[in-house]
C-alpha cells in the first residue's frame, strides 16, 4: 500500500509541473533569433541614402534669387510681357522663382519700375501706349501726321506689329526708315486727305537737275539743314589713304563677231546676221 501510495503522489506532482509549463509556455514571448555579427554585410545592410528628386529645382530658385536685383526685375518684366496678366506676389513667385514679397530691394524697383503698373495688390506690364487692337493702333497713329516711333508701339499688345504690316499693306499708314536712328517711323496715311499734286508742280520737280558730284549733292542738302545719309568726302579721302582709285572701272570691250571667227554654233544662222 505504501508503494501505491507513492506512485499516485508522483503522478499528481508531474501532472503539476506539466500545467506549470504550459502556463509559463503560452504567456512568454518568443525569443529573437540573433544572427551572428558579419563585417562583410555591414555596408549592404546600412539603409541607403536618398536624395531628394526636387534638388535641381531648389538649386536653380536659390540661384534667381541670389542674382542681382536687376536681373530679378527683367525675369519678372519678361513674365508680365509675355503673359499680359496681373500677378501677386505669391504668384510671382511661383510663376519665375523671384521672391518679390520678401525682398525689399526687388519690390521698391518693380513697383517704381515705368514698365510695371502696381496697384496696391498686383503687378502687370504697362506699355506706352495702351492699346488693344488694330483700330485702336490707327486712330493713335493718326493723331501723329509727323509720325510715331514704332518702338513705342511695339510693346502695346502682342500682335502690334502683324497689325502695323496689315495697315500698311492696306495703305492707311505708311512705314519709312529714319536714317539719323535707323528706327521704323509709322505716319498716318489717312484717306480722308487726299493729295493732288499738279502737273505743273510734277514738271518742276522733274526739271531740277541735280549736282554731277555726289559731294555737292551733300552740301544742299546740309544748307537746307538736312542730314546726308551718306559722306562722300569721308569715303574718298579713307580710299585714297589705302590706295584705292576712285575712277570707275573701264567695262571690258565686248569682241563682235567677225568673218575670221570661229563659228562654233553654225546650226544657228540667224546669231551671225550681222557679221562684221
Not at 504567456?27 to 531628394?52: D, G, H, L, M, Q
Not at 538649386?59 to 536687376?70: D, L, M
Not at 589705302?242 to 553654225?266: D, F, M, V, W
Amino acid at each position: 500500500m505504501a508503494l501505491k501510495e507513492s506512485l499516485d503522489k508522483f503522478k499528481k506532482q508531474q501532472e503539476m509541473c506539466q500545467t506549470t509549463l504550459s502556463s509559463i509556455k503560452a504567456n512568454s514571448k518568443p525569443i529573437p533569433r540573433v544572427t551572428p555579427y558579419n563585417p562583410a554585410n555591414a555596408k549592404s545592410a546600412a539603409p541607403a541614402v536618398k536624395f531628394s528628386s526636387d534638388t535641381e529645382r531648389l538649386t536653380h530658385i536659390n540661384s534667381i534669387r541670389k542674382a542681382p536685383v536687376g536681373a530679378q526685375i527683367k525675369r519678372v518684366i519678361n513674365l508680365l510681357l509675355e503673359t499680359r496678366q496681373a500677378f501677386t506676389a505669391e504668384q510671382i513667385n511661383e510663376a519665375c522663382y523671384v521672391d518679390v514679397k520678401s525682398n525689399k530691394a526687388v519690390f521698391d524697383s518693380l513697383s517704381n519700375n515705368l514698365k510695371v503698373y502696381y496697384d496696391g495688390r498686383r503687378f502687370s506690364y504697362k506699355s506706352k501706349h495702351d492699346l488693344k487692337d488694330k483700330s485702336q493702333l490707327l486712330k493713335l497713329i493718326r493723331k501723329f501726321p509727323e509720325g510715331i516711333a514704332v518702338i513705342d508701339l511695339k510693346d502695346a499688345y502682342p500682335s502690334v506689329m502683324d497689325d502695323l504690316q496689315a495697315l500698311k499693306a492696306a495703305g492707311e499708314i505708311w512705314l519709312l526708315s529714319n536714317f539719323d536712328s535707323q528706327e521704323d517711323i509709322a505716319y498716318p496715311n489717312d484717306p480722308r486727305v487726299p493729295i493732288k499734286v499738279d502737273d505743273d508742280l510734277k514738271q518742276l520737280f522733274r526739271g531740277i537737275e541735280l549736282p554731277r558730284d555726289m559731294i555737292d549733292i551733300e552740301k544742299d542738302l546740309q544748307k537746307n539743314g538736312m542730314k546726308p545719309a551718306t559722306n562722300t568726302a569721308k569715303r574718298r579721302a579713307q580710299a585714297q589713304v589705302h590706295g584705292i582709285s576712285n575712277k570707275p572701272k573701264q567695262k571690258k570691250k565686248k569682241h563682235e563677231i567677225s568673218k575670221r571667227t570661229k563659228l562654233t554654233n553654225s546650226h544657228l544662222p540667224e546669231l551671225f546676221k550681222n557679221l562684221s
